[in-house]
């Protein structure tokens, strides 16, 4: 049974730092692509990040671009997902995800597992 435990999430002022963990069980977690999602209230998830297999490939949506970093530890089974210069719109609950094959996923269909969730919120 693979489990996703996603920590680290919490309130934060604008222009802070967090950073989220997500420790995963179940399956070779080395094999496959890792995914962090957001979903902002009102509005449908997205991918905010994403991680290949090995950690060589990552990849950021527009607006995090040069805020998020996505990392992975392999040995640990966990991934990470940094978050520097808050704003109020980065407010959502945070998904961590694993795919479906082993390789990066850039789409919500192409990951298998996900996580129950932890909330970020951002006061201007």
């Known amino acids: 049974q693979v489990q996703l435990r996603e920590s680290g999430g919490g309130l934060v002022q604008a222009g802070g730092s967090l950073r989220l963990g997500c420790a995963a069980s179940?399956?070779?977690?080395?094999?496959?692509?890792m995914g962090w999602f957001r979903q902002a209230p009102g509005k449908e998830r997205e991918l905010a990040a994403a991680i290949s297999p090995a950690g060589e490939s990552t990849y950021y949506t527009d607006s995090v671009k040069g805020r998020f970093t996505i990392s992975r530890d392999n040995a640990k089974n966990t991934i990470y997902l940094q978050i520097n210069s808050l704003k109020p719109e980065d407010t959502a609950v945070f998904y961590c995800?694993?795919?479906?094959?082993?390789?990066?996923?850039?789409?919500?269909?192409?990951?298998?597992?996900w996580g129950q969730g932890t909330q970020v919120t951002v006061s201007s």
């Open positions: 179940g399956r070779t977690f080395s094999r496959y692509g």
């Open positions: 995800a694993t795919t479906k094959y082993p390789r990066i996923g850039f789409k919500e269909d192409e990951y298998a597992y």
